[in-house]
């Protein structure tokens, strides 16, 4: 199994539309947690963390469920510019760092 | 931009052979992480340097080689190429080591091993 899995999608949706994804984790002792944004031939870029009380940033919004070991992210009211593929990332309590292989959202006009 | 840099940024090479990639951390961090990210997957850890050593290292074999130098600036090294090893090569900095750092990537190399 591994160590981070998220839904490869991808997500089609119009703007203005709000999509969830999920990201799960194998380790119950992972204890930090990420969202980077990466674009097609780019550099991933870090979104936001992801904290235990769930945490929001403009239209896009974080949760953490440790009891079911998933992270999500949300977009609500979705922009053509948030079409890219969402990495999530996932640290464990040693230090190591996973990446998910990434969920890719496409906003059509 | 992150501030971090990366050369070359594409590279073709055979099987067999060696190769070299160069990564400059943002002004101010001590701390350089390498991925391998191939087509339509994450990327994958291979390595971080902390203040010249080598702090962690993922399931890559040893043919995969890295140095930092006293600058903070880092390279990578894979020895005899296999095909497998062509994917974008990303170098990350941040501030300290991985736990709850922010890492900042450079735009990556591109390897592709004929």
């Known amino acids: 199994r591994k160590e981070v899995e998220q839904d490869p999608g991808p997500f089609n949706v119009p703007e203005g539309a709000t999509v969830a994804f999920n990201c799960t984790y194998s380790?119950?002792?992972?204890?930090?947690f990420f969202w980077y944004r990466q674009d097609c031939r780019k550099e991933p870029k870090l979104l936001m963390s992801v904290y235990s009380s769930g945490n929001e940033d403009g239209r896009f919004t974080a949760q953490l469920n440790r009891a079911s070991q998933y992270i999500s992210l949300l977009i609500r009211d979705s922009k053509l510019s948030d079409s890219a593929t969402y990495l999530c990332v996932v640290i464990s309590n040693d230090y190591k760092l996973s990446f998910g292989a990434g969920t890719t959202v496409t906003v059509r006009a | 931009e992150t501030g971090v840099t990366q050369s070359p940024t594409h590279l073709i090479k055979t099987r067999g052979q060696q190769v070299t990639l160069r990564c400059s951390s943002q002004s101010g961090h001590n701390t350089v992480s390498w991925y391998q990210q191939a087509l339509g997957q994450g990327p994958q850890f291979i390595f971080q340097?902390?203040?010249?050593?080598?702090?962690g290292r993922g399931n890559f074999p040893p043919r995969f080689s890295g140095l930092q130098f006293p600058n903070y600036s880092s390279e990578l090294n894979v020895n005899a190429l296999e095909l497998d090893d062509s994917a974008l090569y990303l170098c990350a900095s941040s501030l300290g080591t991985i736990e709850g750092e922010t890492q900042y990537f450079g735009p990556g190399t591109r390897l592709l091993v004929l």
């Open positions: 340097y902390y203040r010249e050593e080598e702090n």
């Open positions: 380790n119950s002792a992972s204890q930090s």
